[in-house]
Each structure stands twice: as structure tokens, then as C-alpha cells.
């Protein structure tokens, strides 16, 4: 038992200092927004943007500290929080993450006349919850933060309030997240109920003691719990058969929300999944590895089929997204039937590079829509792309350079994601998977090179040439050289990802290889 | 500069289309003129190399070896590792020529978007000498992927009216059978690793191990078969062997003179060459399975005589043209099936033949195209009353890709045949009705386009060859008639990894040298001091 004295740490005060500031910013916004006059607002972004880096400074001094300690990871808040390299990548994901979708929103929302504090303030607050999904590895935090975030992203969705689209779209997203919130909400109180406790590590320990009691026959309650969960966590990740809400969702939210959702709020569902799936409930794993084999077909198959005839760019990159995360997910099949520990950390070192990767190359395929998006035009039909090269030579070709990294032509970044997913495949001899994986990758690269042939094989629709902003091209230019960087020189990004799985002494993963 | 040769070949077009991005589109004669000198200059680079590699022709080995290996990404155990043996040095002096021929014989043909033209060529030209160089296999497959991009949007951009469909079936073609070979390869370098503890793409290293799959109990004949299938889809569909041909007519038909010259003159060299590099050694037990080389023998000999039946048809010159290559690279694996000395020169040799002569007919057919803008052989005749030197011209070289004696195009087919021959007297004679066909669908297509009297009066007023035609052509007619005349050089420079690889794959063939390519005795003295980088299969 904790003594209550154990229960309140200065550290942990220092652990949570991105988490504080981002609030402190985020409710500063809301403040000034109030004195604000209508032509100042662009000082929120400035904000917003100052408080990231400043919660960026914060992760920095935290890993510092933890480097000082000697430790790979900490406990705080009496362990429902754990601060370890995993969480910590994660964190320096979003708040990258965020800091080019904030670039990419100050002209964007201009143009759209939506220029209002609060919406940079969602987005801080969304950023905290999470961080707290990252860090939390105790079920009621990470659900406290996968809602904190949620109900950000609802609002966000829906900020055009003048767009029916986007209200549509806000409104689908909220009644289908807060349904699966609530399957996963019963899930997780089954687990409780099976195990008695609300901490990953404890209630990996009891499922293993229990299985170990009989022979290996899960109790069928065990199963429910773990379906359950299962279908919450692949209903925030998007995957088939719970990815509907996605294309409307993405084609409706402000473009720069829409890439917002699909890096950063994404890479959030992906630490939660990691963490519940791959921590709390690896005992499982038999039963839960068929069934993400079966769902990342699924979900290859249906978005990629649905992504070849699509004409809206953002639905098409929507649709895009989630084939990437039937891709993902075979890295997860991976570590879950891995034997060996390095074949165990290659899956999941896959998708945390791929998550990587994939922030800069998609945020930087919505930047260059958002940039084409004028007072009459919305710029994301894929006949606005029409001879794009002839207006905007040089969106033109940042475009194609992100979309063939979509596609995983190397040497750019998007090839290394693919990379990493398919060595897990071979290396646990999941081979027609494999195969099945690499044949959707073709059928990728011609929806994508569909855009492209727009682009460069078409005559313009329209002449007027594009205007981007100084902070739109600041989100462009990062993602670009973020893009090229991984992709022609990947070995550093690789180690941090080595760095952020420390196979031997994470308690997220490491553990469980005895 | 020696230790150095390969990266400056590698890089000097890079270098040139980096400049060009910051030259104005508007000025089009320096966009020209820069694009050009950085052509001739990646020729001219290249030419040190012919006297410092003949010195070294007959060493064991890889030249001219640049790097470490898993220098590049140690994570994972890639590396920037380039060099050379005679085969690949051969097709890149080969690359190095046609690529300064395209891009000079597209000074007029090109006039919309040359800028963007120029620079996707140059950076073309770069990925196709990387695949020759590469000593990774991480590094060859960035450079066999990444050139699809430039060749895509030169299709796309600058085709003719089904240029959209061409372009996209050529690169999703491509794809396919790339990705295949890449995860056939993640399942060597696994292998590999659990045989010698280290994770590494180095090529060197894969030959060591990726041969023992085949004795492996763990694995076997049938994972062996498999991973040599995946290598093979990528490899046929490049090639293109039949039926995974059905790409490359529509590319070249549709892609620009230039990009069609390149297509036929390297691209579909990457897939003889993958097969040379990696198939045969990776694999030698396999390739040496009765059945595995009776299919790939068959499909060989399909396409020769598919290949030139579907010529003989054709309306469009280009079309015409694109068929016969099929017939022809049809002989070029009949040659690396044949897995004899001679099959297997002759096959390289017949590989430079067809980028020379192939490339020459390509650059034919755009200059009539260039100036009449219809590729109709019905609507031409008796040109060689107008334009009598582009007749002699187009002569030689419809000569040497049928394989007249005293040509290149003879000397490639004959040692092939008489490579598989000395395997199957079968196989040599179905193979040789494609010789006989060659010469029917181009001496009638000369017949039709050049000889009689002028019946479309659309014709009568067309020009000669300029000097810039006729020095896109001079070098080609020289190495045309060297070839033809004394081959011998080039079968010395073949010798070392021809016999190199013989040891791997065959290492009991009997008299393991090239009769007509050196005396006999020398050529066993030299084998026997070979210190193989390929060792024979069996010795650990």
C-alpha cells in the first residue's frame, strides 16, 4: 500500500511541466482572445506556437533529468503515469505535430474568416490529453486523456460553423466517437472488474496469472473485455470496420485541422494502443493477434479499393490514411507473435518510425491544399490540382515529393515506415501477409500518382496563381526537409526509435520478454 | 580521382540537373546548352575508365570499390558501396553514351517545359548508373526505384495521346515486381543473419549465404524456388520476358524519342543485368533445376519468336521497333539460361548490341516523326529519294539489329546460339527462326518506308539529317562496326566475371573458357588464380 506522504512527489510536478504549460497556455488564449481586436488575432497563433515550444523545452528538460537519474523510466502520480523514452518520443511526435498544423492554421483560417482564439486553445488542450494517453499507464488517466482529446477534436472539426460540411462532419464524428468511447469505457471496467486494478502492469500480471491457472483457456469474460477494448482502440486508429466516421470527418474539418487529426490525435491512438494492447493485454495475444490480422486485411483492402476512385483530395488522403494504418497494424501482428526480443521491438519499432514519417509527409500534403484554398475555391477537389504545376511550380513539386513518400518510393521517408513493417513481417515469417501488404502498396502508388498526373499531365482549369502564406510555407518547408532528411539519411531517426523502445529496460516492453 | 571515378560518373548528371533548377525557364538555349555539356561531360568522365579497367580486366573481383560496407545506415546494415565488374562496366560506358545521345537528339524535338524535361532526364541518367554501380543491395534498390519517377513524368509529361495510361502502367508494373524482390531480399538478409550473426544488404556478403537456402533443411528447394521467383518477377517484367511484356509497348510508343532510346537502351538492360547479378549467384541451384531453366528457356524462345511475329504486323515504326526488342532481349536471357560461357557473353554483349542498335532505330523513328509527326509506315515511301543519307544510315543499322556479319548484331546472336546450342540443339533451332524474322520485318519495313518513288506528296520536301542528327548517330555506327569487326576486347572484358560466375553456378562445366575470346591455356591459367568473391557452392 502507498503511504499518503509516497503519493505527493515534487517530481512529479516536473514530470508534468509540458502537460502545465500547454494548460497555462491554453487557458492564456482564451484570456487575451477576450481584449483581442478582430485584426490581432493572429497573436494567438504566436501563442499557441510559443507554447509548444516552450512544452518542447519542457520534454527536453525532463529527458535531461532522466538521463541525470541514470533511469530509463519513471513512475509519477503513484505510477499512473510512467515517464519513460517511449513517452517521451511520443511527446516531442505531437508537439512537432502540432507546431506545423499551427503554421499551416494562421493563413488557412484567414482565408476561411475563422480566425478565433479558442480554436488554438483546443488544440493545446488536446495536445494534453494526449500526452496524457502517451504517459498514462493507468486506464483511468489514459481514458480521461482519450476524451480530454476527443472532445477537443470534435469541436475542432466543427469550427466552421458557416460550412455544412464541416458541421456534418463534427456532428457524425461526435455521435460515433462518443458510441465507441463508450465500448471502450466498458471494456476497460471489465478489465477492472476481471483483475481488480486500473494499472497496465498489474492487470498484465493478473491476465497472465489467470491464464497460467487454466491451462491457457481465456475466460470468456476476458475475451469480451479484450474485443471490446480492441474495438475502441480501432475505432480512434480508424480501422475497418470502425473507419467510417473518417472520410467525412477529414473532408468536413478545416484543412488543417483535418491534418492535425490524422498525424498528431492518430499518433495519440497509436501510443494508447500500444500501451492497452501491447502492455495490459499481451497475455492475450492469441486471441488478439488473428483478430488484427483479419481487421489490417480489412482495412487494407476497403480503404485502398475506396481510395482509387475518390475525387476529393482530402477523402482520398483520408482513405489513404487508413490503408497506412492496415500497414501499421501488421506491425503489431508482428510483435505479437514475435519469439524473439528483437523481432518483438522490430514491428513496433516500425510503427513509431512510421508514425514519424508519416507526420511530416502528410502534414505536408494538407499544407499544400490548405494553400490552394482561396475565398471562392475550396481547393481540395482533384480538378483543382489540374495543371497545378503551371500556376504553383514549386507546391506543385513539394506535392509530388510528399505524395511519392506517401506511396514509399525511396529514398524518401514514407519508404522507411513500409521498410520496417514488412522486416517484422519476414522476420516472423509472416510471408503471405507480406506479400498482400506490398500488393496494396502498388495499388497506393496509383491513387497517389493520380493527384500527380494532375498536377503535371493536365491543363490548368484555372490561371490564378497561388498565394501561400510566410507560416504556410514554414509548414512546407519543414515537412519537406523532413521528408528528405529521413529518407536519405535515416540513421539517426532510427536510433531515436531504438532510443524510445530501450528494449531492456522499458516496462512497456521489455518485461515481457522472460 | 581513381578511388573516386565511380561517385563522379554517378553524380556528375545529378550535379548538372541541380543547376539547371536555378537557371529561368524562359532562357531555353542555356537550359540547352547546360543540359547537353553535363551530358557530354558524364560521357567524358566515364572515358578514363575504359583504359584504367582494361588494365585490370582480368583481376578477380569487384573494381574501383568505393566505400565500406553498412557505412550508410548502420542500423540496418546498408552501405555506400559502389563498384565494378566487366559486366556492369560495359553497360555503364553504354549508359554514359546513349544518355548524352538523348538528350542531344532532344535539342529540337522537345520544345514545351524543357527545363523540367532536362532536369528529370539528368536525374534519370543518375538512377540508372546507380543501379549498374551499386554493391548494396539497399542501394541498388533506392536506385532502381527512385529512377521509375523521372521515367514516369518523361512519359507522362511528354508522350504521345495515351501518354497518361503509359506512364502509369509502366510504373505500376514496375512496382510490383520491385516490391516482390524486395521482400525476397529482407528474407536473405535474415538469413543471412542467422548464418553469420551480422545484419548487412552488402552483395558480397548475400552471395555468401543466399546460395545455402537452396541445401537448408530448415528451408529448401521450395523457399529457394520461391525467393528466386520473386527476384524473377521483378527482373522478366524489366526485361520485359514474355507475358509480363505487355508494358513496353505501350511506353515506347507513347514516350518521347529520347526516353524511348533510354527505355530500350538501359532500362530493360537492368533486368538481364538483375538476373546476371543477383538471380544466378543468389541462387545457382536453383537456375540449374531442370525445370526452373526449361521455363525460363521456354519463355525465352516464346518471346523471340513471339516478339517478331508481332513486328512483322505492325503499322506503326515505333510500335515495330518496340516489338522487336522483346525478340530481342528474348535472346539476351535464351543466353543467361544457356549457363555456358558463350551463352552468357553473348548475352552480355548481345545487351550492349541492342542498346547500339535499338537505340539507333528509336532515334530513326523520331526523326521522321520529328518532321512528318506520324509514325504511319503507310504514309511514308521512297524517302531515300529526299534523304538519302538518313536512308544509308538507317541501312547500317536495321543491318546491324538483324545480325548481319561484320556487325555488332551478328557477333551477339552468334554466341548465344552457339551457347545453346552446345546445351540443346532444340532450343538453338527454334531460336534461330527469330534471326530469320528479324530480317523480315526489317528489310520489308525498308522496303516500304524507303524504296520506290515518293507517293505522298507530304514527303517530298523533307530534310536531310542536320550535323546534330548525324552526330547522335557517328558513335553508334563506330561501335556498331568495332563490335562487328573485333569483338575480342570486349569478350576479355567479359571473361573474368562470366567465369566467375560459372564457378558458381556450374562449377563442373567442362573447359570453363571462351574459345574465340583467348587462347585456351591462358584463359585456364587465369581462372585457376582466381580468388572468387563467389565461392564454389558446397565450400563453407
Known amino acids: ?514 | 580521382m581513381q578511388n573516386h571515378i565511380l561517385s563522379i560518373i554517378l553524380f556528375t548528371p545529378l550535379a548538372g540537373a541541380t543547376l539547371l533548377l536555378f537557371v529561368p525557364k524562359e532562357s531555353k538555349h542555356a537550359i540547352r546548352w547546360i543540359a547537353n555539356l553535363f551530358a557530354l561531360a558524364g560521357l567524358l568522365v566515364s572515358l578514363p575508365l575504359v583504359p584504367w579497367f582494361w588494365q585490370q580486366r582480368f583481376t578477380a573481383g569487384f573494381k574501383f570499390v568505393e566505400g565500406t560496407a553498412n557505412n550508410w545506415i548502420p542500423s540496418i546494415g546498408a552501405g555506400y558501396v559502389l563498384g565494378i565488374d566487366g559486366i556492369s562496366f560495359l553497360l555503364i560506358m553504354l549508359t554514359t553514351l546513349l544518355g548524352w545521345i538523348s538528350i542531344l537528339s532532344s535539342w529540337t524535338a522537345i520544345e514545351d517545359r524543357i527545363k523540367e524535361y532536362y532536369v528529370w532526364f539528368l536525374v534519370l541518367q543518375t538512377g540508372m548508373l546507380g543501379v549498374f554501380m551499386a554493391l548494396d543491395f539497399f542501394l541498388f534498390f533506392v536506385f532502381w526505384e527512385a529512377m521509375l519517377v523521372p521515367m514516369y513524368l518523361l512519359i507522362g509529361i511528354w508522350g504521345g495521346p495515351r501518354k497518361l495510361y503509359a506512364a502509369i502502367k509502366f510504373f505500376l508494373y514496375t512496382l510490383l515486381g520491385s516490391v516482390a524482390m524486395l521482400l525476397a531480399v529482407l528474407f536473405l538478409y535474415f538469413y543471412n543473419f542467422h548464418q553469420t550473426g551480422q545484419y548487412t544488404f552488402s552483395i558480397p556478403a548475400l552471395y555468401q549465404t543466399a546460395p545455402k537456402i537452396f541445401h537448408d533443411p530448415a528451408y529448401g528447394v521450395e523457399y529457394a524456388m520461391l525467393l528466386f521467383f520473386a527476384f524473377f518477377l521483378a527482373f522478366a517484367i524489366k526485361v520485359p520476358m514474355f507475358p509480363f511484356h505487355t508494358w513496353l509497348p505501350d511506353a515506347h510508343v507513347e514516350a518521347p524519342t529520347a526516353g524511348s532510346v533510354i527505355l530500350a537502351g538501359v532500362l530493360l538492360k537492368m533486368g538481364t543485368y538483375g538476373f546476371i547479378r543477383f538471380s544466378l549467384p543468389f541462387f545457382p541451384d536453383v537456375v540449374m533445376h531442370p525445370k526452373v531453366r526449361s521455363w525460363m528457356i521456354a519463355l525465352s524462345i516464346v518471346a523471340i519468336i513471339y516478339g517478331a511475329l508481332v513486328s512483322l504486323m505492325q503499322k506503326d515504326m515505333k510500335k515495330l521497333v518496340a516489338y522487336s526488342s522483346v525478340s530481342h532481349l528474348g535472346f539476351c536471357t535464351l543466353g543467361i539460361f544457356a549457363l555456358n560461357p558463350a551463352g552468357l557473353s553473348g548475352s552480355v554483349l548481345q545487351q550492349i548490341n541492342h542498346g547500339i542498335s535499338t537505340g539507333a532505330l528509336f532515334l530513326i523513328v523520331g526523326i521522321l516523326y520529328e518532321r512528318r509527326h506520324t509514325r504511319e509506315i503507310a504514309e511514308y515511301g521512297g524517302i531515300s529519294n529526299v534523304m538519302p543519307l538518313y536512308a544509308t544510315i538507317t541501312m547500317i543499322m536495321f543491318l546491324s539489329s538483324m545480325g548481319l556479319p561484320l556487325l555488332n548484331g551478328f557477333v551477339g546472336e552468334f554466341t548465344i546460339l552457339q551457347g545453346t546450342f552446345m546445351e540443346n540443339r532444340t532450343w538453338a533451332a527454334l531460336a534461330v527462326l527469330g534471326v530469320v524474322l528479324a530480317a523480315a520485318y526489317l528489310l520489308w519495313l525498308y522496303q516500304r518506308v524507303f524504296f520506290g518513288t515518293v507517293t505522298n506528296p507530304k514527303n517530298e520536301k523533307l530534310l536531310d539529317l542536320s550535323a546534330r542528327e548525324v552526330l547522335t548517330f557517328v558513335p553508334l555506327i563506330v561501335m556498331a562496326l568495332w563490335i562487328g569487326l573485333y569483338p575480342k576486347p570486349f569478350f576479355q572484358i567479359l571473361e573474368q566475371p562470366v567465369n566467375q560466375l560459372m564457378a558458381t553456378v556450374r562449377p563442373n562445366y567442362p573447359g570453363a573458357s571462351l574459345a574465340h575470346a583467348s587462347t585456351p591455356a591462358a584463359s585456364a591459367a587465369r581462372t585457376g588464380g582466381q580468388a572468387t568473391m563467389i565461392p564454389a557452392k558446397g565450400s563453407n
Not at chain 1, 505535430?97 to 503554421?103: C, D, E, N, P, Y
Not at chain 1, 501491447?278 to 483479419?294: A, D, S, T
Not at chain 1, 475525387?311 to 497506412?324: M, Q
Open chain 1, 1 to 514: 500500500m502507498v503511504s499518503v506522504a509516497q503519493m505527493f512527489e515534487a517530481s512529479d510536478y516536473l514530470m508534468s511541466l509540458p502537460i502545465l504549460l500547454l494548460s497555462i497556455f491554453a487557458l492564456g488564449i482564451l484570456i487575451m482572445d477576450l481584449m483581442m481586436p478582430e485584426e490581432m488575432k493572429w497573436v494567438n497563433a504566436v501563442t499557441a506556437f510559443v507554447g509548444v515550444l516552450l512544452a518542447t523545452c519542457g520534454v527536453v528538460r525532463i529527458q535531461h533529468a532522466l538521463d541525470l537519474s541514470h533511469r530509463t523510466w519513471v513512475p509519477a502520480f503513484v505510477g499512473s503515469m510512467v515517464i519513460d523514452h517511449f513517452t517521451l518520443y511520443f511527446w516531442y511526435l505531437f508537439l512537432a505535430g502540432t507546431a506545423v498544423a499551427i503554421l499551416m492554421s494562421v493563413h488557412y483560417m484567414d482565408e476561411e474568416r475563422e480566425q478565433h482564439g479558442e480554436f488554438y486553445a483546443l488544440m493545446l488542450f488536446s495536445v494534453v490529453g494526449m500526452m496524457s494517453m502517451a504517459a498514462g499507464f493507468d486506464i483511468v488517466l489514459i481514458f480521461i486523456g482519450l476524451e480530454l482529446m476527443a472532445i477537443c477534436t470534435y469541436v475542432l472539426v466543427g469550427f466552421l460553423r458557416r460550412d455544412r460540411r464541416s458541421n456534418e462532419a463534427a456532428l457524425k464524428y461526435l455521435l460515433l466517437g462518443a458510441f465507441s468511447s463508450g465500448i471502450f469505457a466498458y471494456g476497460l471496467s471489465l478489465l477492472y472488474g476481471l483483475t481488480g486494478s486500473t494499472n497496465l502492469a498489474v492487470i498484465r500480471e493478473r491476465l497472465t496469472h489467470d491464464l497460467a491457472q487454466s491451462q491457457n483457456h481465456a475466460d470468456p469474460v476476458a475475451v469480451l473485455a479484450l474485443v471490446t477494448v480492441a474495438a475502441g482502440l480501432l475505432f480512434k486508429i480508424a480501422a475497418v470496420p470502425f473507419h467510417q466516421w473518417a472520410p467525412d470527418a477529414y473532408e468536413g474539418a478545416p484543412t488543417s485541422i483535418t491534418g492535425f487529426m490524422s498525424v498528431a490525435v492518430k499518433a495519440a491512438a497509436w501510443a494508447m494502443l500500444l500501451r492497452v494492447l501491447g502492455m495490459g493485454l499481451y497475455p492475450l495475444r492469441l486471441i488478439w493477434v488473428p483478430l488484427l490480422i483479419f481487421v489490417s486485411l480489412a482495412t487494407m483492402t476497403a480503404a485502398n479499393l475506396a481510395a482509387l476512385t475518390q475525387n476529393n483530395l482530402k477523402r482520398l488522403l483520408a482513405y489513404s490514411s487508413i490503408a497506412h494504418v492496415g500497414y501499421m497494424l501488421l506491425g503489431v501482428v508482428a510483435y505479437g507473435s514475435a519469439i524473439e526480443n528483437a523481432a518483438m521491438t522490430d514491428g513496433v519499432k516500425g510503427i513509431l518510425l512510421y508514425l514519424l514519417v508519416y507526420t511530416f509527409m502528410n502534414l505536408g500534403a494538407f499544407a499544400v491544399i490548405a494553400s490552394l484554398r482561396r475565398r471562392d475555391v475550396i481547393g481540395d477537389d482533384i480538378d483543382d490540382f489540374a495543371g497545378l504545376f503551371a500556376r504553383a511550380p514549386t507546391e506543385a513539386v513539394l506535392m509530388l515529393v510528399f505524395l511519392l513518400s506517401l506511396a514509399g518510393i525511396p529514398p524518401l521517408a514514407g519508404f522507411w515506415g513500409k521498410y520496417f513493417i514488412f522486416l517484422s513481417l519476414i522476420e516472423t515469417r509472416h510471408y503471405a501477409l507480406a506479400a498482400v501488404a506490398v500488393l496494396y502498396a502498388v495499388f497506393g502508388l496509383y491513387y497517389y500518382m493520380r493527384i500527380a498526373s494532375a498536377m503535371f499531365m493536365r491543363q490548368a482549369l484555372d490561371t490564378e496563381p497561388v498565394r501561400a502564406g510566410g507560416a504556410m510555407w514554414g509548414a512546407l518547408w519543414v515537412s519537406l526537409a523532413a521528408t528528405l532528411a529521413i529518407g536519405v539519411y535515416p540513421e539517426p531517426f532510427i536510433r531515436m526509435v531504438n532510443w524510445s523502445l530501450n528494449a531492456t529496460q522499458n516496462p512497456a516492453f521489455a518485461n515481457l520478454i522472460k
